[in-house]
C-alpha cells in the first residue's frame, strides 16, 4: 500500500496566505512586503455605483473638500507700492546715471524694475499732451487731425524727392569714392581676399559665442595702437544689449613702448574701462597678478553663479592666447607669432570658479588701407604677393635713428633705395647680382610685427588740469542701489588695483629706446584732447 502523505497543519499561528498583511517574509527575500500587499489590495477595491452608474463612494477618493474662502487681509484693499511722480524720475535718473559707468555693478537685478529705464519700442507712449493741450486732444472738443502729407500735388512731391536726392549726394559725395580714385566714374580694383581675414561668417560667429558665453570680456589691445586695434562697435554692443556684462581692456606688449607711454595709456583708456597693462610671458610676466585679483573680485560680485567665464577678444596676433598660457603658467593653448593660429573658441580651466575662453582674431570693419591691415598685424607676411609696396609706410613711421641702430643703414633716397641696400648688406641676392627685394622687404616686415623695430603711437596730452600723476578712478564708488559689503569691497579691491598698477615699473626691452625716449620725450605728441 502506498502511505499518503500527511498534510500540513499551520499549528504555530502566524498568518501564511500571501496576501494577508501580517505575514512576514522570514528568510524568503522573494515575498511579498506588507507595503505591496495593500497596493495590491487597492486595486481590488471598486466604487460604489447608484442604478444609474454614477459613483457614489471610493475609498481612493479625498473624502476632504478644498477651501474655496479667501483669506481675509487687510493687504487686499490697500495699494502698497505707490511711489511719487519726482521720486520716480529722481530713480529712473539716478539708475540711468549708475547703468551708464563702466565701473559700476549692479547685483540683484531681478529685484529691481529695470523696465522704468527704458520705455519698450512696442509700448513706447506717442507724448500727445507735450504738443497740444488735453482738451483738443481728448475732451469733449475734440478735433479731427488731418494727415501731415509731404506734399499737396504729384508736382511738389517730385520736386522734394529731387531736392533730397541732391543734399544726399552732396552729403555723401566724399565717402561715395575710395582712396585714390578721382570720381572719373571708374573703381578700384577689388581687394584680394587676403585682406579680408577675420572678417567671415564664421570669425564673426565665432566672436558672438564668445560674448554670449562669458560673463567678463576682455578686450586685449595691442600697446603700440591702442585705439587703431579697439572694437568701438563691439563696446557699444555691450553697452545697448549686454548690460550685464563687465568689459576690460588689457595692454598687452606693453615691453614693446616706453614706460611713460604705457603708464599715458592706462590713464587715458581708464577713464572708459578698467584698464591693465600686461606683458605676457611663462617665465617673466607683467599684470598677471593684476589681472587674477581683477577676475576674483569679478568672481565675488557674481556670487550667484557657480563660476564665471572670462572671454578674451581682440584684433589677430595681439596676443589673446599668450595671455591665457600666461595666466595658467603652462602652454594650453596653440600660439605663434603669425596671424589666425586660433581657429576656433576654446574653454580653459583657471581656477573652479574662473573658466577662461580663447576666441579667435576678429578685424572689425573699418577703411583701413591694405598697408594698415598689413601692419596691424592682420595678414600672413608669407602670402603678400608684393611686399616691397608696403615698406614706405614703415620708413614713413618708424624714426631713422631706430632703423639704423636694426639695420646699420645710414641714409637712403627713398623706400625703394633702402631695400637695395638692406640686400647688399646681408647678401639677398639672386643671379646676376640682382637685389632680392621681395625677400628683404618680408624680413622687414616680420622684424615690424614682431616688435623687432621700435615704433608706437604715444598718448594723447592731458589737459593742465587733469596732468595729475593720480589715476582716474571715477564711478568705482559703492552703488546705493546694492547694499552688499561684498560687492563694495570687491569694487574697492578693483579700483585699487588699477590704482596701483599705474605706479609700478613696467619692463621695457633693452636696446629699443634711447635713454631720453625712456624717460619721456614729449615734443612729437599730438595735441591735447578736451575729453
Known amino acids: 500500500m502506498v502511505m499518503k502523505k500527511e498534510r500540513k497543519v499551520n499549528v504555530s499561528g502566524k498568518p501564511k496566505h500571501s496576501l494577508d498583511v501580517n505575514r512576514g517574509n522570514g528568510d524568503n527575500k522573494e515575498g511579498r512586503s506588507a507595503a505591496t500587499v495593500r497596493r495590491l489590495k487597492m486595486y481590488n477595491t471598486r466604487p460604489k455605483r447608484d442604478r444609474k452608474g454614477k459613483i457614489l463612494k471610493h475609498d481612493l477618493q479625498s473624502k476632504e473638500l478644498p477651501s474655496t474662502r479667501i483669506q481675509p487681509d487687510r493687504r487686499w484693499f490697500g495699494n502698497t507700492r505707490v511711489v511719487n511722480q519726482k521720486e520716480l524720475e529722481f530713480f529712473r535718473e539716478e539708475l540711468q546715471s ?19 529705464l527704458n520705455d519698450h519700442q512696442k509700448q513706447a507712449r506717442v507724448h500727445l499732451l507735450d504738443t497740444e493741450p488735453f482738451v483738443d486732444a481728448f475732451g469733449p472738443k475734440i478735433k479731427r487731425k ?158 550667484d553663479k557657480q563660476a564665471i567665464s572670462v ?39 583657471l581656477t573652479k570658479r574662473i573658466f577662461l575662453i580663447d576666441c579667435p582674431g576678429v578685424v572689425y570693419q573699418n577703411s583701413d588701407s591694405e598697408t594698415d591691415v598689413v601692419l596691424k598685424g592682420v595678414v600672413r607676411v ?33 623706400d625703394n633705395d633702402f631695400l637695395v641696400q638692406l640686400c647688399k648688406l646681408t647678401g639677398k641676392l639672386l643671379k646676376g647680382g640682382e637685389p632680392d627685394l621681395m625677400t628683404v622687404a618680408k624680413m622687414v616686415l616680420h622684424d615690424w610685427q614682431r616688435g ?25 564708488e559703492k552703488d546705493p542701489a546694492v547694499d552688499d559689503n561684498k560687492a563694495s569691497a570687491a569694487i574697492k579691491a578693483i579700483a585699487n588695483v588699477i590704482s596701483s598698477q599705474q605706479t609700478m615699473n613696467v619692463p621695457v626691452q633693452k636696446d629699443l629706446f634711447s635713454e631720453k625716449e625712456l624717460e619721456g620725450d614729449y615734443s612729437e605728441q599730438p595735441e591735447p584732447l578736451n575729453s
Not at 311 to 340: E, Q
Not at 461 to 476: A, F, H, V
Request: charge should be positive.
Open 382 to 414: 608669407t602670402n603678400l604677393h608684393d611686399a616691397s609696396e608696403h615698406i614706405g609706410e614703415v620708413l614713413k613711421r618708424v624714426k631713422k635713428d631706430h632703423l639704423e641702430r636694426a639695420y646699420k643703414i645710414k641714409d637712403w633716397d627713398d
Open 98 to 116: 549708475r547703468m551708464s559707468s563702466s565701473y559700476n555693478v549692479i547685483l540683484k537685478e531681478k529685484t529691481l524694475p529695470m523696465s522704468l
Open 452 to 476: 623687432r623695430i621700435p615704433f608706437f603711437v604715444p598718448p594723447p596730452r592731458l589737459l593742465k588740469g587733469d596732468s595729475s600723476n593720480e589715476p582716474c578712478t571715477s564711478g568705482l
Open 311 to 349: 572671454g578674451f577678444v581682440g584684433y589677430p596676433n595681439v596676443g589673446k592666447s599668450s595671455v591665457i598660457n600666461t595666466l595658467r603658467t603652462k602652454n594650453v593653448c596653440k600660439v605663434a607669432p603669425i596671424p589666425g593660429e586660433t581657429k576656433v573658441w576654446q574653454y580653459i580651466t
Open 146 to 303: 488731418r494727415p501731415k502729407l509731404m506734399a499737396v500735388d504729384y508736382e511738389s512731391l517730385v520736386k522734394k524727392a529731387d531736392g533730397s536726392q541732391d543734399a544726399f549726394e552732396q552729403k555723401h559725395a566724399g565717402t561715395v569714392h575710395t582712396e585714390g580714385s578721382e570720381g572719373d566714374g571708374l573703381r578700384d580694383l577689388v581687394r584680394h581676399t587676403m585682406f579680408e581675414k577675420g572678417q567671415s561668417k564664421r570669425i564673426w560667429g565665432e566672436l558672438y559665442k564668445v560674448i554670449d558665453s562669458s560673463d567678463v570680456v576682455v578686450q586685449v589691445l595691442d600697446a603700440r595702437d591702442p585705439q587703431g586695434t579697439r572694437c568701438y562697435h563691439l563696446e557699444k554692443h555691450l553697452k545697448e544689449h549686454c548690460k550685464h556684462k563687465h568689459m576690460i581692456l588689457l595692454l598687452n606688449k606693453c615691453d614693446l613702448i616706453p614706460a611713460w607711454a604705457t603708464k599715458g595709456w592706462l590713464r587715458v583708456l581708464s577713464k572708459e574701462f578698467p584698464t591693465l597693462a600686461f606683458h605676457a610671458s611663462i617665465n617673466k610676466s607683467f599684470g598677471k597678478g593684476s589681472l587674477l585679483s581683477v577676475l576674483r573680485q569679478f568672481a565675488r560680485l557674481k556670487s
